[in-house]
């Protein structure tokens, strides 16, 4: 039976080739420190697990539930973008609950793109922010990942060379694989230009708690002045509260957008079920002490990741947020490129990472490294690492060349 034409117009899913890897070291009774999955580790918060019990196997709540989320759920993430960050939100107009910013994320394209459209992604990011598009029958025209001077020269370089002209822009902030992070003062002029250009801004921010400078906060594109006429920005409960299971998230922002997203939903969805959206608004409506103490040991464990690594002889640039290193191969292995090398250290270190050429092409010399397991699990990759460089020399010359650092 022939391929299906959408099926035909995604790439090979490269982090599977590393996962049956995995899988078959796994089986051999080797023991895999896994940094690849972004797949937060650490436990839901008590009280909000205490809800979802309360709620569950009630007849009322077993019913189906409304896709665009409970108005209680969707109050509480209005009134938690007012505490943090100053932007006040209608409930019934302005949020959406979505079942994780993926599926969100993936019927925005669905909602807003017809064949052909064009849309501008960082490369690399995160898979959904190009394949939802593409999926949708979208165009997908590459432009930088990092919020640097050369960010605009290049969109209007993109805008310029597009047909047709692009329809929207995807940005993550703080970055899924990048880590990089974005300003408010990077957001003016991003609306500006959208205002400009008369383009949908897209703005992925399911790792707005996740940052290690206490008084640098990412901020929200929306509270830009003007943001909510082009902007809809997603977030989800995955990192904030260890909730990456539970598949809630969010879509908020610009009325006319978030309609349509309801409208493709209301299909689609009957939405998440009703006990884990009423224990989602009592995490947004409770105390933020366990998201400090997340905060902390994502932190902690930041800091092993640099310490231990770099001593076993592999730099790893100091992440700002997010709960991932975006970490250069080291350059006797970078010509393997990306997936050669995360086999070979799973094979030889029993190390998973995740590829950077699955985020985009030009993520091919790096790997992203997630801090999903504790210190001491991070301490002992780091060991294993400092074996594997040690003696790669000696041991690898008769698998694959090694290049001689300059």
């Known amino acids: 039976m022939a391929d299906f034409h959408r099926i035909k117009r995604l790439p090979p899913y490269v982090f599977e080739q590393v996962n049956k890897i995995k899988a078959a070291e796994r089986a051999k009774g ?54 943090r960050f100053g932007v006040k939100l209608d409930p019934d107009t302005q949020v959406v609950a979505t079942l994780g910013s993926k599926e969100g994320f993936a019927n925005m394209a669905q909602a807003i793109t017809g064949p052909g459209d064009v849309v501008l992604v960082p490369n690399p990011s995160y898979p959904i922010h190009a394949f939802g598009f593409l999926m949708a029958g979208g165009v997908i025209r590459s432009v930088p990942a990092e919020p640097t001077p050369a960010f605009f020269p290049a969109l209007e370089r993109a805008m310029m060379h597009s047909v047709p002209k692009p329809i929207a822009l995807v940005t993550c902030y703080p970055a899924n694989p990048t880590a990089y992070t974005a300003s ?55 990192k ?87 970490v250069p191969i080291p350059e006797k292995f970078r010509h393997l490129g990306s997936l050669e090398f995360s086999k070979l250290l799973i094979e030889k270190a029993e190390v998973a990472v995740a590829p950077g050429i699955g985020f985009g092409e030009h993520g091919d010399d790096y790997v992203r490294i997630a801090i999903v397991e504790n210190e001491q699990r991070i301490r002992q990759a780091a060991r294993n690492v400092a074996r594997f460089l040690k003696s790669a020399d000696q041991t690898l010359h008769n698998v694959i060349q090694i290049s001689k650092a300059g």
């Open 240 to 326: 904030t509260f260890s909730m990456a299971g539970w598949r809630i998230g969010f879509a908020v922002g610009n009325e006319r957008l978030l309609a349509a997203l309801a409208r493709v939903k209301s299909y689609l969805d009957y939405g998440a079920y009703t006990p884990i959206q009423v224990a989602a608004a009592a995490a947004l409506n409770g105390p933020d002490d366990c998201i400090r103490e997340m905060r902390e040991i994502y932190r902690k464990r930041r800091d092993a990741l640099v310490e231990s690594f770099g001593k076993a002889g592999w730099d790893i640039p100091v992440p700002q947020a997010s709960m991932f290193a975006w």
């Open 30 to 83: 080797v023991d895999i420190v896994d940094l690849g999955m972004g797949n937060p580790d650490l436990p839901a918060p008590r009280h909000v697990i205490e809800k979802l019990v309360e709620t569950a196997g009630k007849p009322r709540t077993d019913r189906y539930s409304a896709s665009k989320g409970i108005g209680g759920l969707r109050r509480a993430q209005a009134n938690y973008y007012a505490r």
């Open 184 to 238: 408010l003062d990077f957001y003016r002029d991003l609306v500006a230009f959208a205002k400009k250009h008369e383009l949908i801004l897209l703005s992925d921010l399911a790792y707005a708690e996740v940052y290690f400078d206490d008084n640098d906060p990412p901020p929200s594109m929306l509270q830009v002045s003007g943001a909510m006429d082009v902007a809809v920005e997603f977030t989800s409960m995955s």
